[in-house]
């Protein structure tokens, strides 16, 4: 199964604004399980340069562009806050990243 892999940053003088846009977000949305699992709904570190959050989303078979769609809109209204940056990612496991070629894992 790939992994939807959100990482965002921002200074720490708007974490009061992020924060309070985090709780308002998963209000309206909700992590949908249908959609998969949420395998790190978030963690996050700071250092001198601020804050950095990571959430990682588990996708269900025959459901990625349905996720990939509910995490932009998940993030979209994050756009509001200046200085706070995001990208959403797409990795996959190394199995799905072996198909079609003449390797495979050991069984």
């Known amino acids: 199964m790939p992994y939807i892999i959100v990482q965002a940053w921002y200074p720490t003088e708007i974490n009061t604004e992020v924060v309070e846009k985090y709780l308002e977000v998963v209000k309206e949305f909700p992590f949908d399980r249908s959609l998969g699992k949420e395998t790190i709904p978030v ?3 700071t250092n001198k340069k601020g804050a ?4 990682v989303m588990e996708v269900k078979q025959g459901k990625l562009e349905e996720a990939i769609k509910w995490v932009g809109n998940r993030m979209r209204p994050f756009l509001e806050i200046k200085r706070f940056e995001y990208e959403i990612r797409l990795w996959s496991t190394l199995v ?12």
């Open 43 to 45: 963690t996050s570190n």
């Open 52 to 55: 950095e959050v990571i959430s």
């Open 96 to 107: 799905e990243g072996l198909e079609g070629t003449e390797y495979s894992l050991p069984t």
